[in-house]
């Protein structure tokens, strides 16, 4: 490829360009416009320290968990936080909101000057977390380009990798849509430290050996599971011998004394935090929650439906002849690289969650991008042959496409944010009309730990009578030996079950509710839009949990038989303010169709 001329400085001008309007297509015109609610999710907590520091001015939580209530629907528990020694501490580290600082400030001036609440949630705190995204992720793509001039690489293929990352991977998910997650961040952070840990093989300043420690303690800082980065650093080096020689001369005695500190000095935010809040400068904020190191999902974590890496970042497939040219040009960059990637495959693949949750792809991976672009990079400044460029060309368009398009999709609510699969997948794939808005149902709630095999509760409800603690029958009908009960548009509600919980088991925790049913519609998708429903409610008689949940995963053409449907979700434990748990469905558009076998199980589950 021939050097088009373009600076640095015209490049940055596209990238900003770039930004920009994918900024104004994602919050004011596309499927949400108008967002008014940019920090959720995982992102409200990694937030949560600024209005808790700022505002608050405590290392408590409990003013934020407070607050957060008020503005969430009644399922919202405020996972992200933890009782330690009687202080209510984050789970997330600080990092991602030191980053985000200057823009909170900013946003404070403004409540201040146009009169509204500096509540560290109104609109300009929203919009500010998503321009912090914005300046962190072009930060990121820049050192990026910075990271690959190292090895010798024209500014243009180095910024064309640039674009081509940033637009065919979720990586421009995470920078938009989901700004307030710790990916953007992350990914910024990584690509700095790359940079500075390169720089240090290349020349063994002491500045760049200083800059990379500091940058490296603030890549765990957002994101601890992280320090899993230091396995890659060597591949940087380029060869055995270069990564020996920056150890033996520059990282020992005093000099690697001052390295640590000064990642100490990174970390010491968060050091300073946990010790104000528990006495400890050390703690593990991830209560009840942890990895399954023997049973590692890796196949469904790279290929499944539901979130696999290649099937949602399909531009990643050239990571493996990227690998291929690692193998020809080194042994030793070779076995660097596949080392970090199956490390970091298996680490993550372990996590309880190994979809992790609402999100789109798989975002874990995306702070790492910056390293797995510069592998493909390496392997795209190779090629000589026109017909593989065209070939590379047709793929990235096409990677490119998908991406972009299935992020318009999941931000439609079409892409389901935790429950897809191979038939959810293909039912939506390329769908852009409103009908398939919301079509995907959810799937069963995950968790950490170990279902009890017997349930310490359970009713079952066949409606051919009365049964003790269920509502009567609204509208029973005979249907073939048995009879069932009839949802029509008079008829909103199935049968109820209220659960008066027993003075012997308030204190029970981890309570995992399995509710099951059989349903016939008469015309197709008839009971497409029924709910099962959960209402928890206190001693006073108030809602303190409730929660809904589609009963038929996804829309067909069948009618006139009997189907199975279920679901199995999380309630808050047994404390003594709660005091009983209803459960039904709700005939929400008032379709016809039966009901029959309605049974519901309550289990703990071990951690």
């Not at 800059?211 to 599971?225: E, H, K, S």
């Not at 230091?230 to 011998?241: M, V, Y």
């Not at 080194?330 to 999100?359: A, C, E, K, M």
């Not at 310490?456 to 609204?474: C, M, S, V, Y």
Request: with cysteine; net charge positive.
């Amino acid at each position: 490829m021939k050097n088009s001329g373009l600076n640095d400085k015209k490049y940055f001008g596209l990238l900003l360009g770039l930004m920009a309007f994918l900024f104004v297509m994602v919050n004011f015109i596309g499927p949400d416009p108008a967002r008014k609610v940019l920090i959720d999710g995982d992102g409200s907590g990694l937030y949560a320290y600024l209005p808790a520091l700022t505002i608050y001015r405590s290392v408590d939580f409990t003013p934020v968990l407070e607050a957060e209530k008020q503005r969430r629907p009644p399922d919202y528990q405020g996972h992200y936080f933890h009782r330690v020694n009687g202080t209510l501490i984050n789970k997330f580290t600080v990092g991602q909101a030191l980053l985000q600082l200057p823009f909170f400030i900013l946003a404070w001036l403004l409540s201040l000057l146009t009169g509204l609440e500096a509540d560290g949630y109104n609109i300009f705190f929203q919009y500010a977390v998503a321009l912090a995204a914005l300046f962190w992720t072009m930060a990121g793509l820049l050192f990026f380009v910075k990271l690959a001039r190292t090895y010798g690489v024209s500014k243009d293929k180095s910024w064309l990798m640039a674009f081509a990352g940033l637009l065919g991977t979720n990586l421009v998910f995470y920078a938009l849509v989901a700004p307030s997650h710790s990916h953007a961040y992350s990914f910024a952070m990584v690509s700095i430290t790359l940079y500075f840990v390169r720089k240090s093989f290349l020349t063994q300043e002491r500045k760049h050996i200083l800059y990379a420690a500091f940058w490296f303690g603030l890549v765990v800082l957002v994101r601890p599971v992280n320090v899993l980065l230091a396995a890659g650093l060597p591949f940087l080096a380029g060869s055995a011998r270069q990564f020996g020689q920056l150890v033996k001369s520059k990282l020992t005695g005093y000099r690697l004394v001052e390295a640590v500190l000064v990642l100490l000095l990174a970390l010491s935010p968060q050091l300073v935090i946990n010790y104000l809040q528990t006495g400890s400068p050390v703690i593990y904020g991830y209560k009840n929650e942890g990895f399954y190191f023997d049973d590692p999902q890796i196949l469904n974590f790279l290929f499944s439906f539901r979130k696999g890496w290649f099937v949602y970042t399909p531009f990643m497939l050239l990571l493996f002849p990227a690998l291929v040219r690692l193998f020809r040009q080194s042994r030793y960059i070779f076995y660097t690289f596949s080392g970090f990637i199956i490390l970091v495959i298996y680490v993550f693949s372990s996590w309880w969650n190994w979809f992790y949750g609402d999100s789109f792809g798989m975002r874990p991976m995306v702070d790492f991008y910056a390293l797995f672009f510069l592998v493909i990079l390496l392997m795209v400044n190779d090629i000589k042959r026109k017909t593989t460029w065209w070939s590379l060309a047709v793929f990235t368009g096409l990677a490119v496409f998908l991406n972009m398009f299935q992020t318009w999709q999941y931000a439609a609510g079409i892409i389901h944010p935790d429950a897809m699969n191979r038939k959810a997948y293909a039912y939506v794939f390329l769908r852009m009309d409103q009908s398939y808005k919301n079509a995907v149902a959810g799937c069963d709630e995950s968790f950490y730990g170990k279902l009890n095999e017997a349930p310490f509760f359970k009713t079952q409800n066949d409606l051919e009578g009365p049964l003790r603690g269920w509502t009567a029958n609204p509208e029973p009908v005979s249907s073939g030996n048995s009879t069932a009960a009839k949802l029509t548009a008079a008829v909103q509600f199935s049968p109820s079950f209220e659960y008066n919980i027993p003075v012997p088991e308030k204190g029970k925790q981890n309570i995992y509710i399995v509710f099951e049913t059989k349903y016939l519609e008469p015309e197709p998708n008839a009971a497409s839009q029924a709910l099962f429903v959960v209402d928890v409610k206190d001693t006073s008689g108030k809602t303190v949990f409730y929660k809904t949940f589609k009963m038929k995963r996804l829309p067909d053409q069948l009618s006139v038989q009997w189907r199975e449907a279920h679901i199995g979700f999380k309630i808050p434990d047994f404390t003594d303010e709660l005091s009983s748990i209803k459960l039904y469905i709700w005939n929400k558009e008032k379709q016809t169709f039966l009901l029959d076998d309605l049974a519901i199980r309550f289990y703990t589950y071990r951690q």
